[in-house]
């Protein structure tokens, strides 16, 4: 079992940060991918950004890319997500996912594990 727990989300002025982190309790799972997710109300739940567990591959939906960076600490389990210049556009529950066997990185059902969600508003 991988249990993942996000953290970092909040209410922020567009044109701030913030930081989301996701920690993973693995106990002997080994991971491949992370990913990032979000959800806004009333829309399907999308593809943000991915890791691989080695942290030499990166991939971002193309909405965000200039704008957030995904990231790995192997030591801590954690993987980060520091998102720039937010846009109101950005509001939305973000969640953290966890691949054992990798796949297409903006795939929901290739994800086995995910976390409870963090909220990030963003205010005009």
């Known amino acids: 079992q991988v249990n993942l727990v996000e953290s970092g989300g909040g209410l922020v002025q567009a044109g701030g940060s913030l930081r989301l982190s996701c920690t993973a309790s693995k106990r002997g799972f080994s991971i491949y991918l992370m990913g990032w997710f979000r959800q806004a109300p009333g829309k399907e739940r999308e593809f943000v950004a991915a890791i691989n567990w080695s942290g030499n591959g990166t991939w971002y939906h193309d909405s965000v890319k200039d704008r957030f960076t995904i990231s790995m600490d192997n030591a801590k389990n954690t993987v980060y997500l520091q998102m720039n210049s937010l846009t109101p556009e950005d509001t939305a529950v973000y969640y953290c996912?966890?691949?054992?066997?990798?796949?297409?990185?903006?795939?929901?059902?290739?994800?086995?594990?995910w976390g409870q969600g963090t909220q990030v508003i963003v205010s005009s």
């Open positions: 996912a966890a691949s054992q066997d990798g796949g297409i990185v903006a795939r929901i059902r290739d994800y086995d594990y």
